[in-house]
């Protein structure tokens, strides 16, 4: 009998593999959600840090009526886009568990939805609030 080559230690499973992918995706996923609320952030930092004739790169000089809603607005779009993002990636992580789909695929669907969620939360966002005022 011929004995067997001996198990490489150095490649792993193919689920320990789909567990690091995953929880590189998770580290990268909590980055740019952390990207996006530090930028939401300052954003409405220099907006309230500026002075009130001029006003800041929001409000456009009118600091009662605009400011308090380009405020809103900016906050509201973070939250949307992040929430939108994580659940997308929920979904694609689903089907990556289940097996209907791989790592590109699931990927692909969270950068398609990266990129095009951050043109339309903010738009969600105008919309929604100005439809509450």
């Known amino acids: 009998m011929r004995p067997r080559p001996p198990r490489s230690a ?15 995706s998770l580290l ?17 930092g220099i907006e309230l840090g500026s002075a009130c004739p001029p006003g800041g790169p929001l409000a456009f000089g009118d600091c009662v009526a ?37 790592g590109r695929a699931a990927r692909d669907w969270y950068v398609l939805a990266a990129t095009v969620g951050l043109v339309i939360a903010p738009l969600f966002a105008f919309t929604t609030l100005s439809a509450l005022r």
């Open 28 to 44: 990268a996923h909590v980055g740019w959600s952390a990207l996006v609320a530090v930028g939401a952030l300052a954003l409405i």
């Open 10 to 24: 150095a490649r792993p499973s193919p689920a320990a593999e789909r567990e690091t992918s995953l929880d590189r």
């Open 66 to 102: 605009i400011r308090p809603f380009a405020i809103a607005v900016v906050g509201f779009a973070a939250v949307c886009y992040v929430t939108a993002l994580s659940a997308v990636r929920w979904w694609a992580t689903g089907l990556r568990r289940r097996g209907l789909a791989d």
